[in-house]
């Protein structure tokens, strides 16, 4: 039977958060959790972006050494030619790509000012070419796909199939579908091309994670798999993506829904609040206080009556519990002296805040070299970096001195 997987996009649709960002360290930090939690592929950048390159090469170079594996790292780039061909350039290792080009009439006559077969065109000539280069896996991406006609759809995907893309990613781009649209759009995709189907939803209705769990339905019972597009804490353009956390929880505890559509690999989802908490620290935006899984309030119980019943039995008025989701530790907030590491910090306090982390240094020249990649990295996050941030730059520090390393135009 098919299965259903998870493509994550914070570090691609996630960073595209109007008024917010990520420095290419805090990127690569949420690489790292993505694969602790079990998550299938990272949609980790922008392989024509001429100051995502190193941070890419840094990435795929993590990813030869272990440290990014099983994930898989693939870069997101237009549907053209031309961008494959600086996708290859400028991150010559990267093996995984998805091409993007419009689908709908409301794009195709208001954006791109081209016809049908033109995108069809253009579209085969890019999967072409990035065949060509060794791409090891492609997928196409209809964007706007929900307002565009079924039977178009269905010859693009087509045509992307036959020139050897191996799978179609259906946008939900203004998040216009609600699950019943969703569902059938996607079946009969499936149905017609035979094709394993992203699902790629915004929220602009408030219904990305329902749409994501339908299309999922929809693609499995047209005899597909479903490669789920995700963001941690639901980041992303507009009113954001399907969340991560809240997917992961709605495909394996809803009603019914797991014992008929299974994962294809496991999640972890006691990573949940660690990933979940770096990512709001990272973007500076806080954590609902009602997300699922991780908000302040969701295994807190103020009514009487749930409270005598979460006390008697926890199952009366919590679905999972919040060790599942690696909550529960008591978390220690400092109220007297403390000692933090920033871009001016000097190389007693450094080591100080290292060894209380057990990291030890062979001699002073190593603890220097890492401070200093320190300071660089906060001047680049411009916020204190967390325990994991440094313990990453201590065991990587070359990889480390590559994220940090920024070449303007020329």
Known sequence: MPKI?????????????????????????INIYLNEMGIFQSEFGFPTTKHESLYLQANLELAKLGVLQPIRLGGWIRATVTDVETAFSLAPDIKHLNLSISTSNQMLGGKLKKGRDDIIRTMVDAVEAARAHGAQSIGVNAEDASRADLDFLIEFASAAKEHGAQRFRYCDTLGYDNPFTIYETVKALAENVGIPIEPHCHGDLGMAVANSVAAAKGAIDGGQDAYINTTINGMGERAGNADLISTALAVTKSREFAEGYQLGSPIDLTKAWETSKFASYAFGVPIPVNQPGVGANVFAHASGIHAD??????ENYELYSFSELGRGEPEIVETGREICSGEYSGIAGFRHIMGQMAVSFKDASEAREVLELVRYANVAAQKPLVEDELLFIARYPQIAKKLLTLVPLE
């Open 5 to 29: 997987y998870f493509i994550d996009v914070t570090n691609r649709d996630g960073v595209q958060t109007a008024h917010l960002g990520l420095s290419k360290l805090e990127k690569t930090m």
């Open 309 to 314: 019943g979460v006390l008697k039995d926890p």
